[in-house]
C-alpha cells in the first residue's frame, strides 16, 4: 500500500507530461506575417493582450492590438499602457536634448544639482566603488553604487525587474551587488529630477514639450491623470489572469511611470530609427539620433536610456522590463531603419525577460527573412506545471496525513540493529530538510531584494510573478508543515 501511495502522484506525472508532449498544437509550424504570428501566439504563450508596432525603411509597416486588459477589456493600438523600465528611452532623449542645447554637462557631479546626494559613488565596468563625485554621464550610465537605504526620497515605489534581459545569466551578472558593475531604477529617476531642477519645469512638462508634442504622441504622459482611460494592468497564475489596480507613483516617472501606446511609440521609434532629412525636435536633429544609442562609455552597454550589447551578428539594441501589471519590449536595428515594440498588459519574470524577447525575436524573423518557426508553448508548460504542482501538494498533504505511521515505523526500525542506519538516515533528512525550507522561506526577499536593487516583501513577491513565487512558496511550507509533524509524531512516540 505504500508504495502505491508513493508511486501514483509519479504515474499522473508522466502521464500528464506524454499528454503534453503528444496531443496536437494548433496553429501554423511557420510563421509568415506579424497578423498570424501575434494573434496565435497570444494564446500559446498565455498573454492576455498586448499592442504592437514594427517599423521599417521609414514606415509603419505593422500596428495592431490583441486581447483584453486585467478588467477584460479589448485592448486597441491606442490604449494607453504603461511604459514601465523603457520609460529610460523618453528620459534618456530629454537628456541628450538637454546636452546638446548646452543646458547641461554630462560630466558636472550631480551635488551641483542636489547637493544632498553627494554621498553617492561612481562605479567603473570590472572596477570596486571610487572615492570621487558621481558625474551625469555615471548616473545616466548606471555606473553608481546606491546605498538605498540612506535614499528614502529617492525609493520608487515600483517593484519589477529593469531593462529585461535577453537571456538569464546576463540578468543575474548584472544584478548581484556582489557583482562590480549593477543597475539600479533609482538612476534615471534622479536623472529626471535634476532635468525638473536645471529647467524649473515638471517632468510632465518637459515631455510634452519636448518629445511628445512635437512629435504628435498626444497619448504619452508622465502624468496618468491627463488621461481619460488606461488599460488595467494585470498578474497571471498558471496562465490565468487577474487584475492589478494599483498605480506606478507619479515620481517614479522618470524610469518606470510613464504612459503611452503603440501608436505613439511608432511615432517615436520612427523618428529615432528613420528619421526624415531636416526632421527634428528640439535640441535633436534627424542627425544627431544615433548619439541616443551609443554607449556613454566606450567599456558601457548604456546609452541615453538604451541598453547595447555585441554579438557575432552585430548590436542588438534594447530597453524593456517589467512593473506591476504591465510588461514592454523595445528593439531597434539602427542599421537597418527598423524597430520593433510591443507593449503588455501583464507582467512577471517570463514574460518580461523570455516571452517578449522571443516574440521579438520572431517578429525579426518575418521582418528580415520573411517566415519564424513557430516558438515554445508556454501556456501548456504552465498548465502542466500547475497540475503537476496541485498532484505534488497532494501528495504532501496524505504524507501529512500518515505522520503518525511514519513515525511509528521509524520507531519500529530503531529497535533492529539492521535498519538503526535507515532510521537515522531518515530522521537526519527530515531535520535538514525542514531547516533548509526553512532558511529558504526566510532568505527569499533578501535574495530576491539583491536581485531587483531594492528591499521587497513577499507581497511584493508573489504580487510580480504570482504563480512561480506562489507555487514555490506553498511547497515550502507544506514541506516545513509535513517534516515537523513527523518529528513531533517520533518525539511522542519515543516518549510514550
Not at 301 to 312: E, P
Not at 485 to 495: A, F, T, Y
Amino acid at each position: 500500500m505504500k508504495f502505491v501511495r508513493l508511486i501514483v502522484p509519479w504515474l499522473l506525472v508522466i502521464v500528464i507530461v506524454l499528454a503534453a508532449l503528444y496531443l496536437p498544437d494548433l496553429g501554423p509550424e511557420r510563421y509568415k506575417d506579424f497578423d498570424s504570428l501575434f494573434a496565435h501566439e497570444r494564446g500559446r504563450q498565455g498573454i492576455a493582450g498586448y499592442e504592437i508596432a514594427i517599423i521599417k525603411n521609414g514606415e509603419i509597416v505593422f500596428n495592431k492590438a490583441y486581447g483584453f486588459d486585467g478588467q477584460r477589456k479589448a485592448l486597441e493600438r491606442s490604449t494607453p499602457l504603461y511604459l514601465g523600465p523603457a520609460s529610460e528611452i523618453l528620459t534618456g532623449t530629454l537628456l541628450c536634448q538637454f546636452v546638446n542645447q548646452k543646458k547641461i554637462s554630462l560630466d558636472v557631479p550631480i551635488a551641483q544639482f542636489i547637493p544632498e546626494l553627494a554621498s553617492l559613488k561612481a562605479r567603473r565596468s570590472g572596477a570596486a566603488s571610487l572615492d570621487m563625485p558621481l558625474t551625469l554621464r555615471q548616473l545616466a550610465a548606471h555606473r553608481v553604487a546606491f546605498p538605498e537605504k540612506d535614499l528614502p526620497n529617492y525609493d520608487p515605489e515600483a517593484t519589477g525587474l529593469e531593462a529585461g534581459l535577453p537571456d538569464p545569466e546576463l540578468f543575474l551578472r548584472s544584478h548581484f551587488p556582489t557583482e562590480n558593475y549593477t543597475r539600479s531604477r533609482l538612476s534615471y529617476r534622479i536623472v529626471g529630477a535634476i532635468l525638473e531642477k536645471e529647467s524649473n519645469k515638471t517632468f510632465s512638462e518637459l515631455l510634452e514639450s519636448m518629445i511628445t508634442i512635437p512629435l504628435g504622441m498626444y497619448l504619452t504622459t508622465a502624468k496618468p491623470t491627463s488621461l481619460e482611460h488606461i488599460a488595467v494592468g494585470s498578474g497571471s497564475f498558471f496562465g490565468l489572469t487577474f487584475p492589478y489596480l494599483e498605480q506606478v507613483p507619479y515620481d517614479a516617472a522618470p524610469s518606470d511611470g510613464i504612459v503611452t501606446t503603440s501608436e505613439d511609440m511608432a511615432k517615436f521609434l520612427k523618428f529615432i530609427v528613420s528619421p526624415e532629412r531636416g526632421e527634428w525636435i528640439p535640441g535633436l536633429t534627424s542627425s544627431q539620433t544615433p548619439r541616443l544609442y551609443q554607449p556613454l562609455y566606450k567599456d558601457g552597454d548604456t546609452g541615453f536610456g538604451w541598453r547595447i550589447l555585441n554579438s557575432k551578428e552585430g548590436r542588438y539594441i534594447f530597453q524593456g522590463g517589467s512593473i506591476r501589471g504591465y510588461s514592454s519590449r523595445i528593439v531597434i536595428y539602427p542599421e537597418r531603419n527598423a524597430a520593433i515594440v510591443i507593449l503588455c498588459s501583464q507582467n512577471g519574470i517570463i514574460i518580461s525577460n523570455f516571452l517578449l524577447p522571443m516574440l521579438v525575436s520572431c517578429a525579426e524573423q518575418i521582418l528580415f527573412n520573411g517566415e519564424s518557426r513557430r516558438p515554445f508553448p508556454t501556456q501548456r508548460a504552465e498548465i502542466v506545471a500547475g497540475i503537476i504542482f496541485v498532484i505534488y501538494l497532494l501528495s504532501i498533504l496524505l504524507q501529512i496525513q500518515s505522520s503518525y505511521s511514519w513515525a511509528r515505523d521509524l520507531v519500529k526500525y530503531r529497535e533492529t540493529s539492521m535498519s538503526q542506519f535507515y532510521a537515522r538516515f531518515a530522521l537526519v533528512r527530515t531535520i535538514i530538510g525542514l531547516v533548509v525550507r526553512i532558511v529558504v522561506v526566510v532568505l527569499a526577499p533578501f535574495v530576491i531584494g539583491a536581485l531587483v536593487g531594492r528591499a521587497v516583501s513577499y507581497q511584493e513577491i508573489i504580487a510580480f510573478e504570482p504563480g512561480i513565487a506562489s507555487m514555490l512558496m506553498t511547497a515550502l511550507l507544506f514541506g516545513v508543515l509535513r517534516n515537523t509533524s513527523r518529528l513531533v509524531m517520533v518525539g511522542r512516540l519515543r516518549h510514550s
